[in-house]
């Protein structure tokens, strides 16, 4: 079975800051890695993904992330916040191409001016 | 990126009325889609995947009498949370893919308030 850790419940930030969410995985399978963002009372959007290939993912709204399979990791970042980037933030594993998705419990992101 | 649409965004009903919420993919052909529960602060866990035309199949510990999950067609999956109670009070939120190697998009959810 796999699972996912976001270590970080809440990270507050000041605006223009950087920033990094943690996210750790088990799995004793191959997997996919995502980055979900969630705003109050909405659905989920896509960050970014990382199916193979370059460790190195960029995704929208100039996020990014690592994948580090020795570490079983993978780290969201982003060099510079702004306020809408106020938001929960959710990492999830699928164990290959299924997309049956296990989540993180979530890190809330809050961008102060 | 694809459409995915649930309906309706929030419902409140009466302990013991059944609800249903229905997820339809907008633009293109959904072979695959999955209901997720989240409860308040709290993160996404997986109901149930159904494929269309065949049974659903649900994660332990989840109800299949409770939450009857229908695929009937192409386009439209629905979900019946049968005899509601206020412990399934939840934000529900469904997925959907195509094929097998396509991510799965997400529809804006439905807020269910069982009073």
């Known amino acids: 079975a796999q699972s996912v850790t976001q270590l970080d419940s809440q990270v507050p930030v000041f605006e223009e800051a950087p920033v990094e969410l943690r996210c750790n995985y088990s799995s004793s399978v191959s997997v996919y890695l995502f980055w979900y963002v969630q705003y109050p009372n909405q659905g989920l959007q896509l960050l970014l993904k990382y199916l193979s290939g370059s460790t190195l993912v960029k995704g929208i709204n100039g996020f990014e992330a690592e994948f580090n399979k020795s570490q079983t990791s993978f780290h969201l970042r982003k060099p510079s916040v702004h306020i809408s980037d106020t938001a929960e933030y959710f990492c999830?594993?699928?164990?290959?191409?299924?997309?049956?998705?296990?989540f993180g419990k979530g890190t809330l992101l809050t961008v102060n001016p | 990126g694809a459409v995915v649409s649930q309906h309706p965004s929030w419902v409140i009903c009466k302990s013991g009325t059944s609800v249903k919420i229905e997820c339809r993919s907008l633009d293109f052909q959904a072979t695959t889609m999955f209901w997720y529960r989240q409860f308040p602060k709290q993160s996404l866990m997986l109901m149930a995947t159904s494929n269309e035309g065949s049974k659903a199949t649900y994660e332990q510990g989840v109800e299949k009498d409770k939450f009857l999950i229908n695929h009937a067609s192409l386009t439209l999956s629905t979900l019946t949370v049968t005899s509601a109670h206020p412990e399934d009070s939840s934000f529900y939120i469904c997925s959907a893919k195509w094929g097998q190697n396509t991510e799965a998009f997400f529809g804006q959810g439905t807020r269910l308030t069982v009073v």
């Open positions: 999830a594993v699928s164990e290959g191409s299924n997309y049956k998705l296990t």
